[in-house]
């Protein structure tokens, strides 16, 4: 079986959740099948044996790209909280955090 | 006192997480700065803003790869990985650390008792930033919300992971308390527990005596000081074998310690954690230390604590946990060459130890180790001995001409015990009391008649051979 | 159709023959005529712009020299930060966010004295190859309003086409600038991964994403890649190198060049009247003194399934950050995991929704090593064919897209339809090489039609050269 037949609602609504998106039981039968289908035309490089093979994570190889360690300067805290949805005391405001330490 | 009833076996293993000293944070130029105002060190870097790209910071990678080589450990080719799940106090909602190629592997720690703990891995991450609770003040309805400081987020970390080879509490305290004096020894973090740059998680398991097996482990976070490493990892031991006596189990969890209650407690739910989604951090390229580089950070190192444990131990003939105290106040290299240059080892260590715990002050090594002759061959007694050493630590000076200013010298024997001898009769009751007394009473009494001699003499007998006389004449 | 050259308004300008300002107004007259029919542009800086072309003009009047694009309008892709201006990547979920500073190419072209008329529309994130994924509603074909542009970078190749700008950004992940490039009848360049730096480029997915120029003409592409190219230290991935000299090598022909027809990607799928231009421009290019042949890389038919892995993977993640605590806009809930899904769920379009789900798949437990690691081995693959052919060929050659621009509202139902519009452009974004469109003909239905010329790592001074003597021959009306 390949991992395509795999896809099912159940998936994709799991994956939204990791995802933090919600969507509607219209939306899970429309992207269903699509991703489905995305994964269906995979099943070319499913079926390639390539084990031998080592994986490309960069197309250039550079290494050991660093920096001084040298201050730069930060950027204005009343411009950063200008941006955010909601700020207090000089931070960023989020509404109570559920089932987390703090 | 054992931490676990008879027929049971404590495992622990450690995750210590340890914030380097460097001057700016891992990917940007922002200060790495404890107790500034908060969402001061920031930029569009740290703050994760769309567009912005990491720049490792080269001195972060140089401090990960010496704590690995302190800690006896293989540096690799390392590759950054993004750990991905939702959190308001990571900008990016992902962390970059190092996943499936990590820095440093396959170490170990010395403990000062002897025992080896194998140190899996010690890899580079980012730290994240500060959520503290708010609310509940009636601004919004009562309603309870957080507030999120990101000047943390990018500080450099290396996460040290030990194998589970600890077996009790006061082992991981040990573990915790060498890690620290090694990170210390070489400068890469200040290492403070209160102020969060060092923080330990501890895995816990047990298992019945004399079983090789691993049971479900539970991870502890939020301990936040070397005591209370002790009484989490007990506590929460003891936990286990409750459930397993009543016929339950312990399930794989994070849970906190609860230093108010003095206990743990279930914490985040896994739903979000379970599935980290690592691959490689495209926007970061591979580390490739070359082999010079290992030997340039080898050659950087400083003698580490169980080594000058072990050398001042050697010299002094006494066991690395006595030198321990010495090494940790840095004041081995002194005792070490004072040694070498001659001076008696039992009395360098208990002057070091007991008169010196504030510094050397003014002396030099040479005047302390004529001291210690004159000490040793009975020219100054030893309370002559010690108040010549605190005026050489506070003016510095050569000890014969200080020992000479005072009028030191040791009085000759026969003229200690006629002083002796009157002090007795002069206080008849009291000596019986103490020729009758157990050896535990006596010794108090005799605080008193040493005392006397001490105020007889203006200080300048020597205490041991006071001693010698009383119990001469007690026998 | 086009206000006239870059090369030649910045030689003008800087000559002060003509004013940097009548420039501007011209781009901006013609914005008005005709940009309500195209929408190429999210945002039009009018004022900013004249602004920017009066100081210009007044360093001219002054003696000094503002640089190689002295009073060049350009256009910007609006996935480019601009500091204290809306950057939005056509997107809900960024409506409203002004970023703090300026992408490295934004200061580049402001520091060679090119001027920013404005930012253009895309497929939200640069998800799309029509860009109809915009939130801000589609942008047209300038050859014929009913046609797409192509995607992602739609509005730029529009703005250029419409004569908006002489000159714009785009970004291209696998394909986002060459395709729309051909669709629209200009010149559009990937340049090799690295060449440019990326930072203030709003990331789809960081190993592939490149920003390339568009333009008129392939001289003012050479152009504009000069300004943007070489070394950044904030982005670690840029290539510690300096610039390429790329204008200077355009008259040098192709004499003696081996030019390879990569035969995978020009049959099956491809429609006839590309392939015929496809062809006519190898002939060109023999007439040219090049030695043409077929070649042969076998593994790029398996680009389009490794890149609708890798790309929506890194995306997955590059977009979590569009959570509603640090900018952008803020959908409210009880707790701050409520209020991260209703912000992301208000705020991404369906088909940023639909590659966060399938790149979140790929990534997630136990389909890793199925998905983004076979995808990222095959990528090795690629990278191995094109090596093998590099050692045969000094360029290769093959369609930009397989049709001409379609119909708005054709693909949208369908997205595996609509990737497939990639499967030409991808195989260069993985491999991390150059590659352009140059425009070369129009098709049966008289729209333009672009034919790629692709180089290995660093070849752009080779891939400009033959696309210098393709351009020279269509004006001489040496084609189909």
């Known amino acids: 079986m390949v991992m395509s037949q795999r896809l099912t609602r159940d998936d994709v609504a799991h994956v939204a959740r990791l995802a933090r998106l919600r969507l509607s039981e219209a939306e899970l039968d429309e992207f269903t099948p699509q991703l489905a289908d995305v994964l269906a035309h995979a099943e070319d490089i499913e079926r390639l044996d390539v084990g031998d093979v080592a994986p490309t994570a960069h197309p250039l190889p550079l290494r050991n790209v660093f920096r001084d360690d040298v201050v730069r300067p930060s950027i204005d805290r009343d411009e950063v909280l200008a941006a955010a949805p909601a700020a207090q005391d000089g931070q960023f405001r989020v509404p109570q955090i559920l089932g987390e330490e703090q | 006192m054992s931490d676990v009833p008879e027929g049971w076996e404590l495992i622990c293993g450690l995750e210590v997480h340890c914030e380097l000293a460097t001057t700016t944070k891992l990917f940007c130029g922002c200060r790495n700065r404890f107790g500034d105002d908060a969402n001061t060190n920031v930029c569009p870097v740290c703050l994760g803003l769309p567009g912005s790209l990491p720049v490792l910071n080269g001195e972060a990678v140089e401090y990960a790869m010496k704590l690995g080589r302190a800690l006896n450990c293989t540096v690799n080719a390392s590759v950054f990985a993004r750990k991905n799940y939702f959190y308001p106090d990571m900008p990016r909602d992902f962390q970059v650390t190092q996943f499936d190629r990590p820095t440093n592997t396959m170490g170990y720690l010395d403990l000062p008792a002897g025992k080896r703990i194998g140190v899996t891995r010690a890899h580079i991450e980012e730290d994240t930033g500060k959520t503290s609770h708010a609310g509940g003040d009636g601004r919004i309805h009562g309603a309870e919300y957080s507030l999120v400081d990101y000047n943390r987020a990018g500080v450099p970390l290396v996460e040290i992971v030990s194998e589970p080879d600890i077996r009790s509490a006061d082992e991981a305290k040990a573990y915790v308390d060498e890690l620290r004096k090694i990170v210390l020894a070489i400068g890469v973090s200040d290492a403070k527990m209160e102020e969060g740059s060092m923080r330990v998680d501890a895995n816990v398991s047990v298992r019945p005596a004399g079983s090789t097996e691993f049971r479900t482990r539970c991870e502890i976070k939020n301990i936040n000081s070397l005591s209370s490493i002790e009484r989490a990892i007990r506590y929460e031991a003891n936990r286990h074998i409750g459930l397993y006596d009543a016929g339950e189990r312990p399930h794989q969890e994070t849970r906190h310690w609860d230093e108010e209650n003095q206990r743990t407690r279930a914490g985040r739910s896994k739903e979000n954690s379970d599935d980290y989604r690592y691959f490689p951090e495209p926007d970061l390229l591979p580390l490739e230390p070359s082999a010079a580089d290992i030997a340039r950070i080898d050659a950087s190192l400083p003698l580490l604590p169980a080594a000058r444990r072990g050398r001042l131990a050697d010299v002094a003939t006494v066991s690395a946990e006595r030198a321990g105290l010495i090494v940790d106040r840095g004041q081995d290299e002194f005792a070490f060459r004072a040694i070498g240059a001659g001076a008696d080892p039992a009395r360098v260590l208990v002057h070091i130890e007991q008169n010196l715990k504030d510094g050397f002050g003014a002396m030099g090594i040479d005047e302390f180790v004529r001291l210690v002759a004159m000490e040793t061959e009975n020219k100054l007694s030893a309370t002559q001995t010690k108040q010549v050493l605190a005026e050489l630590v506070a003016a510095g000076g050569s000890p014969e001409e200080v020992a000479k200013a005072r009028g030191f010298e040791a009085m000759q024997s026969s003229d200690l015990a006629a002083i ?4 007795i009769a002069e206080n008849p009751d009291d000596w019986q009391r103490f ?3 157990d050896d535990k009473d006596a010794n108090k009494i005799y605080g008193f008649f040493a005392g006397l001699v001490m105020k007889a003499t203006q200080g300048k007998a020597d205490g041991k051979a006071v001693r010698e006389i009383f119990m001469q004449r007690r026998a | ?37 195209v929408h190429a542009f999210n945002l039009v800086l009018a004022d900013q712009a004249r602004a920017a072309a009066d100081a210009i003009d007044a360093r001219v009047a002054n003696g000094e020299d503002p640089g190689p694009l002295a009073g060049v309008p350009v256009a910007l892709k609006d996935n480019l930060c601009t500091r204290g201006l809306p950057t939005t990547c056509s997107s809900r979920i960024l409506e409203g966010w002004r970023p703090p500073y300026d992408a490295s190419v934004v200061q580049r072209i402001v520091a060679a004295g090119g001027i920013v008329v404005g930012k253009t529309n895309l497929d939200e994130f640069a998800m799309g190859s029509s860009t109809e994924n915009s939130a801000f509603g589609p942008t047209r074909n300038p050859h014929d309003l009913s046609k797409v542009p192509g995607g992602s970078s739609g509005g730029s190749a529009a703005a250029v086409a419409a004569g908006f700008a002489a000159l714009a950004l785009g970004s291209d992940t696998g394909g986002s600038i060459r395709q729309p490039a051909a669709l629209c009848g200009v010149v559009g360049v990937k340049p090799t991964y690295g060449l440019v730096s990326r930072y203030g480029l709003i990331a789809f997915a960081s190993s592939l994403d490149q920003i390339g120029p568009f333009a008129a003409n392939v001289r003012d592409a050479a152009l504009l890649l000069e ?24 008259d040098d022909g192709v004499d003696g060049l081996r030019v390879g027809i990569i035969e995978e990607l020009s049959g099956e799928g491809i429609a006839p009247d590309v392939l015929a231009q496809l062809h006519a421009a190898a002939t060109a290019l023999e007439k040219a003194g090049a030695i043409v042949e077929t070649a042969s890389v076998p593994a790029t038919i398996y680009g389009l399934s490794a890149y609708y892995l890798i790309a929506p993977a890194e995306a997955s993640s590059n977009l979590a950050r569009y959570d509603g605590v640090r900018y952008g806009n803020r959908v409210d809930g009880a707790s701050t995991t409520e209020m991260m899904e209703a912000t992301r769920t208000a705020g991404f379009g369906a088909e940023v929704k639909r590659r966060i789900m399938l790149g979140t798949y790929a990534l997630s437990a136990g389909y890793y090593d199925a998905y983004y690691g076979k995808a990222q081995r095959v990528r090795t693959l690629i990278i191995r064919d094109f090596a093998r052919a590099y050692e045969r060929f000094d360029v290769l050659l093959c369609p930009t897209s397989p049709t001409t621009a379609f119909a708005l509202g054709a693909k949208t139902a369908d997205p595996l339809t609509m990737y497939l519009n990639d499967v030409c452009t991808i195989p260069s974004n993985l491999a991390g090489q150059p590659a352009m469109s140059v425009p070369f003909g129009v098709g049966d239905d008289g729209m333009p039609i672009g034919v790629q010329v692709l180089a290995p790592l660093q070849g752009e001074a080779t891939m400009f050269r033959v696309a210098a003597v393709l351009e020279a021959a269509q004006k001489v009306g040496d084609h189909v």
Do not use: N, Y
């Open chain 3, 1 to 37: 159709m086009t206000i006239g050259s870059a090369f030649d308004i910045a030689a003008q300008v800087r000559a002060g023959t003509r004013s940097a300002r009548a420039v501007v107004d011209e781009c901006l007259a013609a914005v008005d005529a005709r940009e309500g029919d």
């Open chain 2, 420 to 423: 002796v001898d009157k002090i």
């Open chain 3, 227 to 250: 300004v943007i190219a070489g070394h950044d230290e904030m982005d670690s991935t840029s290539i510690p190198q300096a610039s390429p000299s790329l204008v200077d090598v355009l």
């Open chain 2, 435 to 437: 020729v009758a007394a």
